[in-house]
T-cell receptor, first 117, second 114 residues
Framework: GAVVSQHPSWVICKSGTSVKIECRSL??????MFWYRQFPKQSLMLMAT?????????EQGVEKDKFLINHASLTLSTLTVTSAHPEDSSFYIC?????????????FGPGTRLTVL | AQSVTQLGSHVSVSEGALVLLRCNYS??????LFWYVQYPNQGLQLLLK??????LVKGINGFEAEFKKSETSFHLTKPSAHMSDAAEYFC????????????FGSGTRLSIRP
């Protein structure tokens, strides 16, 4: 149980285009999901906290207009990278926190590798 | 504010040897502490976590960690390394409530020598 999926697993796009990444909790509901980005050989940096039915909370330095987050249901959050540029190329990982489960547990998706040409 | 420091970006041990990955944390509130493992091009897998209670926590794949409040440490150990343990390991801290954000350390790459 407690599986989180991401789609697509990898994407290559041209500079200036927008890319949508989906994060789904497959066998549990999550009021809260998190989006991270990871550059090569670096740690995960939290980008934003996504709450179902409300606006996402962005970490300092993350452009909310560039990284659009929508959490429309208890099992789906999406991250849209708008007007992508090569510096946005990264590994994007989401996680989901099951409703009612104590202990700050987060289950992580397998990640989406974005390459912007 | 919370933070995590992992000492050593790269640790190399021989197969069968003890694995010790160091983690120190800073937190103004009682923390939740985690160790995650990441294999290349994959997401993170939870190895173990400390929330409350017993300070020695056992996780998957033979790993364990001990919460030492006086030393603000949560070092990860395994008595005997296997080749399959080669991966990136992240220590992380969170506030002690559900759905709190997790702050990750910089990671330690573990290599296993035959």
């Amino acid at each position: 149980g407690a599986v989180v999926s991401q789609h697509p697993s990898w994407v290559i796009c041209k500079s200036g285009t927008s890319v949508k990444i989906e994060c789904r909790s497959l066998d549990f509901q999550a009021t809260t999901m998190f989006w991270y980005r990871q550059f090569p050989k670096q740690s995960l940096m939290l980008m934003a906290t996504s709450n179902e039915g409300s606006k996402a909370t962005y970490e300092q330095g993350v452009e909310k207009d560039k990284f659009l987050i929508n959490h429309a249901s208890l099992t789906l959050s999406t991250l849209t990278v708008t007007s992508a540029h090569p510096e946005d190329s990264s590994f994007y990982i989401c996680s989901a926190s099951p409703i009612g489960l104590a202990g700050a547990v987060q289950y992580f998706g397998p990640g989406t590798r974005l390459t912007v040409l | 504010a919370q933070s995590v420091t992992q000492l050593g970006s790269h640790v190399s041990v021989s197969e069968g040897a003890l694995v010790l990955l160091r983690c120190n944390y800073s937190s103004s509130v009682p923390p939740y502490l985690f160790w995650y493992v990441q294999y290349p091009n994959q997401g993170l897998q939870l190895l173990l976590k400390y929330t409350t209670g017993a300070t020695l926590v056992k996780g998957i794949n033979g790993f364990e960690a001990e919460f030492k409040k006086s030393e603000t440490s949560f070092h990860l150990t395994k008595p005997s390394a296997h080749m399959s343990d080669a991966a990136e390991y992240f220590c992380a801290v969170s506030e002690n409530s559900s759905a709190s954000k997790i702050i990750f350390g910089s990671g330690t790459r573990l290599s296993i020598r035959p």
